[in-house]
């Protein structure tokens, strides 16, 4: 049960992680290499899909 929980909070926890970083990359641009401009949040979101789709991936197989 703990560990059902545990991987059920760590995909929240990643979503929150990267929407907080899309809302620092609006109001002022991370400087990181492809996130130079205001405009470049969308690629956080990519990253977003990417990495929960991965853990609830891997969720599903263990």
Do not use: C, E, N, Y
Not at 6 to 22: C, D, N, T
Not at 33 to 54: E, H, Q, T, Y
Request: glycine share 6%; aromatic share 8%.
């Amino acid at each position: 049960m703990a560990a059902m929980l545990v991987k059920g909070s760590m995909s929240k926890f990643l979503a929150l992680v990267i929407v907080a970083m899309m809302v620092i990359q609006i109001i002022k641009p991370l400087g990181w290499p492809g996130l130079k401009r205001r405009s470049d949040f969308w690629k956080l979101a990519v990253l977003a899909m990417a990495a929960i789709s991965i853990t609830a991936a891997l969720g599903h197989w263990t």
